[in-house]
């Protein structure tokens, strides 16, 4: 059973830094796809920043320059740098785990706002 666990969500304000980070347990984590979308109030919910197994990266052009994602293969983890935080990066931040079938997981979220 696939298991994502996110934390480092919180309150900061404008300007400011967060990192998450998304534990991943029950796969093979190396193959899969990481990745991290978010979710704000009355919206779909939308990419950030995904990471290849061969860690080829794909970013939303909103967060460009500002986001980095990053994978620690051997702790199972996948993280979201998030500098230079704007009020519009308010949302609910979810971790993906995309299995090479196209078959994925989801966790839970955890909560990011940024105060203007």
């Known amino acids: 059973q696939v298991q994502l666990v996110e934390s480092g969500g919180g309150l900061v304000q404008a300007g400011g830094s967060l990192r998450l980070s998304c534990a991943a347990s029950g796969s093979r984590f190396s193959i899969n796809t990481m990745g991290w979308y978010r979710q704000a109030p009355g919206k779909q919910r939308e990419l950030v920043a995904t990471?290849?197994?061969?860690?080829?990266?794909n970013y939303a052009d909103s967060v460009k320059g500002r986001f980095t994602i990053s994978r620690d293969n051997a702790k199972n983890t996948v993280y979201l740098q998030m500098n230079s935080l704007k009020p519009e990066d308010t949302a609910v931040y979810y971790c993906?785990?995309?299995?090479?079938?196209?078959?994925?997981?989801w966790g839970q979220g955890t909560q990011v706002t940024v105060s203007s």
């Open positions: 993906q785990l995309k299995f090479p079938s196209g078959y994925d997981y």
């Open positions: 990471m290849t197994s061969g860690r080829h990266t």
